[in-house]
């Protein structure tokens, strides 16, 4: 028999505004402490320089974090040019540095161009990518380099919002992409493509997925309640597990097909999508998971929902 896991049996998603500093498991850890949950994980690293939109899912919503893994993502950053760095970032040691004074708004709009769309891009030496098992960051951390196999991305929009030139021009920029962009790439590649190299000095997430900044919380506001008992207010903040999900139709099914659905049976819906993975919930809305369409119309258990404790 499996060892019982401490704490509460919580079920939900948390839109948490990660603080810069912090790494990704640091911010979840300090949510899963405040809350006392008894399980939770997060959907995706953001640099410890990096803030904003971080999921994270408690209790049965860990069985969709896939989706807003691979889900696209928005974000703000700023970049620093003239200044190169080992780590692509402003947290990494200087490598070179050359004026960037005659760099002007049309340069960089042109430069730009060449980033839209579907594109190849090297993950950094410092991304959380593994090699042999062991993540990029820490072989980089350990003097070492490995070759890198070019990822192709889609950068579906990329706007310049700012210039600020300058011997150390600074711009900033507003990206909706697909996953596994890395954005201090983007302004590796920019700084070369202008000849003067760049780094990212902020960067924000301010979307993933359906979950944008607005929805999130941060963790100041869950300290403040948790200091003041305030857990039905904590509680109030996770939302459903299906919100992941919006993108999958859904598919409602009586009492009885909810029944055979989750003794792991295929049935049949009336009305159903021809093919794929769907959303799946009873007449009265209670949500159950996802279920994939056959080849002869029937509704197939992938992931369902443990409502017994």
């Known amino acids: ?5 401490r704490g509460r049996p919580l079920d939900g998603i948390l839109v948490l505004d990660k603080p810069a500093g912090v790494s990704s498991n640091q911010a979840l850890q300090a949510a899963k402490r405040l809350y ?3 399980k939770a994980g997060h959907t995706g690293s953001l640099d410890p320089l990096a803030t904003g939109v971080l999921p994270l899912c408690f209790g049965e919503a860990t069985k969709f974090s896939q989706y807003l893994l691979d889900a696209d993502k928005a974000y703000t ?3 620093v040019l003239g200044v190169a760095t080992a780590t692509g970032d402003a947290e990494g040691e200087v490598l070179a540095t050359q004026g960037a004074s005659g760099v002007t708004r049309d340069d960089i709009e042109r430069a730009l161009e060449n980033f839209r769309g579907e594109i190849d891009q090297v993950p950094s030496m410092f991304s959380a990518i593994k090699h042999d098992g062991k993540p990029l960051y820490k072989l980089a951390r350990e003097g070492r380099e490995v070759e890198r196999k070019a990822r192709r991305v889609v950068i579906k929009q990329l706007e310049l919002r700012a210039f600020r030139p300058g011997e150390k021009a600074e711009v900033d920029i507003y990206l909706e992409c697909s996953k596994g ?3 201090r790439s ?3 590649d920019l700084g070369k493509a202008l000849g003067c190299g760049a780094h990212v000095s902020a960067l924000r997430r301010t979307r993933a997925g359906p979950f944008e900044i607005a929805d999130s919380v941060t963790l100041n506001t869950l300290e403040a309640l948790k200091s003041n008992e305030q857990v039905a207010a904590m509680d109030k903040l996770l939302l459903p ?3 992941a999900l919006g993108g999958l139709p859904l598919v409602k099914l009586s009492e009885s097909g909810g029944f055979y659905l989750r003794q792991g049976q295929p049935v049949q819906v009336p009305n159903a999508p021809c093919n794929g993975m769907v959303r799946v919930a009873l007449e009265t809305g209670e949500f159950l998971g996802i279920g994939e369409i056959l080849d002869d119309g029937r509704v197939a258990p992938r992931r369902l929902i443990v409502t017994a404790r």
């Open 77 to 79: 950053s700023s970049f």
């Open 1 to 5: 028999m499996g060892r019982r896991r």
């Open 181 to 183: 962009t890395y954005v």
């Open 241 to 243: 597990a299906d919100t």
């Open 36 to 38: 006392f949950a008894a």
């Open 186 to 188: 983007i302004a590796e």
